[in-house]
């Protein structure tokens, strides 16, 4: 397995490079199966775009998915139970309701959570908490940390308070766009929204969804940071599985 970087500036053809790699690797290789994994709004457009670039005017081994499609193309795979999925407005729906719930609970939060605004940006920072795979543990240990900023911890234990709630709520319920453990797998899998959620790059992180022969390619992140560290798990993944190492990465760098 090789490891390949495509950089360089917006419409410097990042993108085209990578579609006739794509399709030159299938024409060689008739029996693969390729992945194409780009958001949801793009698939039609990517499809698009490489059957015109196709010399044959047509793709047979080569599939445009996005991270929801991918999701059930699993379960056509391995089964499972398939719980419903939770929109972002939902997500904001059951935050608020969880807010009011909590109201007495919550120390300093309790009052700003009533302002235009407030429950939508809870909904942002809980998605990061369980992006990044924050437990309600770590930030109880966060909280005892910062007893010498009385305020500072005081936040941190109405967030936890939320965040717990939050949990609970969904764990029997629903499957939102966050790494979320599947039956039949033995890491966490994505199932993500009809478009890119913000540190979408965690599905670099996710268990194979399909057996070989497969290549995948992905492109893009929402932000640096996120795609960043997509990349650094992603790899710290395939140096403990044996497949790179890091001499090898040292060269391509």
């Given amino acids: 397995m090789s490891l390949q970087f495509i950089f360089g500036n917006s419409g410097s053809g990042k993108s085209r490079c990578l579609y006739q790699n794509i399709i030159e690797d299938s024409m060689r290789h ?6 194409v994994l780009v958001p949801e709004q793009f698939t039609m457009q990517t499809q698009k775009t490489i059957v015109s670039m196709h010399p044959d005017g047509g793709i047979l081994n080569i599939d445009v998915l996005s991270f929801q499609r991918l999701a059930y193309r699993i ?12 929109s972002e407005t939902g997500k904001t729906l059951v935050l608020q309701r969880i807010a009011q719930e909590q109201e007495k609970n919550l120390k300093v939060l ?3 959570l009533k302002r235009h605004g407030a429950v939508a940006k809870m909904k942002s920072l809980v998605s990061e908490l369980m992006q990044y795979q924050v437990t309600g543990e770590d930030l109880e240990l966060w909280r005892e940390r910062a007893k010498g900023k009385p305020l500072l911890a005081l936040k941190l234990q109405d967030i936890g308070c939320i965040y717990q709630a939050f949990e609970e709520y969904l764990r029997d319920s ?3 766009p966050e790494p979320w453990a599947m039956p039949g797998y033995d890491s966490d899998v994505i199932m993500a929204a009809g478009a890119f959620v913000q540190g979408s790059s965690i599905e670099l992180s996710a268990d194979a969804p399909i057996k070989p022969p497969y290549a995948v390619y992905f492109q893009g992140g929402l932000t640096w940071t996120h795609a960043k560290l997509g990349i650094l798990k992603s790899l710290q993944g395939m140096i403990d599985a044996g497949v790179v190492s890091m ?5 391509l760098l």
Wanted: aromatic share 10%; net charge neutral.
């Fill in 30 to 35: 008739p029996k693969k199966n390729y992945l």
């Fill in 75 to 86: 379960f056509e795979e391995t089964g499972g139970e398939l719980r419903p999925l939770l």
């Fill in 110 to 112: 309790g009052q700003n």
């Fill in 174 to 176: 629903y499957v939102t």
């Fill in 247 to 251: 001499d090898r990465i040292r060269e």
